[in-house]
């Protein structure tokens, strides 16, 4: 059977009546439907079972050829090849087939600096595709700041054999030091096949530091968060397994988004992470295809939630102004909070639990929060060590990093309507599905806009990403939005009818980028938009 892209069925008129005809008409319905099946049972938490954290990637010497110009002096050349392997998600699970880069999942961290750009050399080295995933891939930088060539628009493909150099030059926007980021992540963006891509394993994390955020928390003039080992991202995806032999399973016919029902921290299930009595940094990375967390911390001896564990420093555009203490945070597909936890407040011999506390049946969004008392989902185990052989430098300041100021007269600022909404069992950003080739919008380079984001469906969420620049939030339904959302943000959730306003100014580079839903079922059916910043 040939397989028609999405792209095609919607040529061809096939999502007319939802992807139900498809199912009825017997296109792959018993071969694909795997949606609802649940994986087999796998041991909660198995001795011996650690929280793996990927690899800080090591610049090359040199990338032969050369990269092409303009390269500029001191960008540090990195090369990564995507690779199909196996990987061990639980240890009663057999290994499963991923697409890693650099045969991994997640993919080596990279740890950039500010003014030192980075060029990337990717190689696809995919095989043939077998079940799902595509191997054309484009390679997008999540957060980045780069120009469009660089960007990983969904139709910039390279083959099976090919390579690409991207160029991220590691330079706030408008060179605007409170810009700077913090976490990103580098994931594929093909066009129709995104979420394919990225649930088979291609997702990696790209880290930046600079003089404040320097990445050593013994350095009198930086911030002093806790840094090298106690420094660690936590990536989350949901997987589902075949019941047969244990495979990774994906449906490429559910369109509403797909939801494992396991969940994998840094590629692994259920696993535990050591931590002595001491402040750690980690930095949370919803990379699921359609599932929502609300992450919550239990101390085990005691079956509770504490009541404000966490102390969130910073959010998808980077550090906060100040810190904010926290009982929980809502993470949606492709957001990042970074948290403080404090060990220190345990005894030696505790086991501290994350647990997920919200419930979620399918790819409409979250249904509810779990009532207290009932257990929630367990993801990572802490065991609490005794207290660290050299102490705890680390700190957390009052004042992390300052939000640049609103323009004061916001009001003459050029405004943009998007509204999401559905269609044809698809979804359409402003009445249009997604087209590469047209822009639906566009922004005048240099001075801001204000774009209106509303979601025009009583039921479905859609977390909505903008590429390019970080953008502020004005208001929410109307109002102020809560402090978590003031901060740079480039993804921010609508829930169903959410009304957001928001503040975006496209600084240092004009050209075709994209916008789009986070749910990458959705984004895979149609929910992006092309945007140009424009030159006047
Ligand atoms: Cu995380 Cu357009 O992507
Ligand atoms: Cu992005
Ligand atoms: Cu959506």
Redesign the pocket.
Known sequence: MAKLTRREMLKFGLLASGSGLLASSGVGCSLFSSSRIPSPTTTRFPEGWSLSIPEVLSPSSSLSPDPAPPIRLGYKMYEISQEERQHQFHPDLPPSTIWGYNGTFPGPTFHARVGEGSVVRFHNNLPQAKGFGVPRTVV?????HQSSENDGFPTDYFLRGESKDMVYPNVPAGGDHRETPSTLWYHD?LIDFTAENVYRGLAGLYLVFDDKDCGDETNPRGLRLPSGPFDIPLVFTDKRFSPDDGSLTYDSFDHDGFLGDKVAVNGRIHPTLSVYRRKYRFRFLNASNARFYEFFLRLEKENRSLPTPFVQIASDGGLLPTPLSRSSFLLTN?ERVEVILDFSRFSEGDEVILENRIRQWDGRGPNERIATGEPGTDLLKFRVMGNPPDGDPSQIKDRLRELAPLPTDLSSLPREDLIFDRKSGAWVINKKFFDPDTALITAPLGKGVIWRLYNNTSRWWHPI???LEFFRILTRNGKRPPDHEICRK?TLILAPRDEVEIFVQFRDYPGKYVLHCHNLEHEDMFMMARYDVTES
């Open positions: 997008h930088l999540h957060g980045g963006h492709g990403h903008i590429h480039d």
